[in-house]
């Protein structure tokens, strides 16, 4: 794979922890200057870090909520101030209220549409104009859900169809500019906010179960396929998913 990223600067949302944290460690270990975004987890964004920093990698810790506005306004300040540029976002954070449509709210659509799905669109916005001419990369990391019905997953569902959209839409008007928008489908894996939805136990059970690769999905195996998107090798990939599950969801 032709992944040299020495002379490139990239941003991943919600790095701090699972599918991010590990996305920001590869992409450091391949060379890029990595800002590893945070909302809440201070402490843990900044082992992130650390941890780059000791494996001979450069990364700094900016806070910044990609349902906020204001907030992506000052994160964006701040990218200017440090790196000048940028090359690769990955808009990985997301955040979403579980429950039932039945019993949702305004409010849990808004937040969870704002986190989920328009930050996408709120981060391409701030991003492309710091992208050099004629490179450019940006991935968004959707589920099952923004197809399929999960339990208690019904307004991230839509949060995520949305957001599938959006990264097609991103992809056909940023690719004649050289900027590739593509995703990752990513299976179950034991993570926080997997956790944070009501049937997480039953859904990493049955896919460690079902899964035909034999086990569930790791955040390595989503920062690798990350990494992958964002190498010369992926040049004429545009506005697709890439599944990675292990095969789980081509089963009847
Ligand atoms: N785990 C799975 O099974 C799975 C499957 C398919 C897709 N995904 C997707 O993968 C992505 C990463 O999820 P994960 O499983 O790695 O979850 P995770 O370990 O819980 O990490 C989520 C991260 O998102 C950050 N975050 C949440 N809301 C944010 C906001 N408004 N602004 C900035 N950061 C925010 C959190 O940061 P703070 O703690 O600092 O708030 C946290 O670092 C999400 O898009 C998720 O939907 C996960």
Known sequence: MHLNLKDKNA???GAARGFGRAIALKLAAN?????VNYRRSKIDALGVVEEIEQLGGRAIALRGDVGDDA???RLFDS???ELGTLDIVVSNAAFGIPGTVMESSKRYWDVTMDASARSLVNLAQRAVPLMPKGWG????ITSEGGTRVLDGYGLMGAAKSALEAL??????ELAPRGILVNGIMAGAADTKSLRSIPGAEKMLQRAIERTPAGRAVEPEDIADVAA???SEDAR???GQFIVVDGGLSILI
């Open 71 to 73: 907030s992506l306004d």
């Open 137 to 140: 990369r940006i991935i968004s």
């Open 167 to 172: 990264t097609r839409s991103l992809a056909v």
């Open 31 to 35: 060379g890029a200057a990595v800002v």
């Open 228 to 230: 992958f998107l964002c």
């Open 11 to 13: 941003l991943v949302t």
């Open 79 to 81: 990218i200017k101030e």
């Open 236 to 238: 004429m990939i545009c």
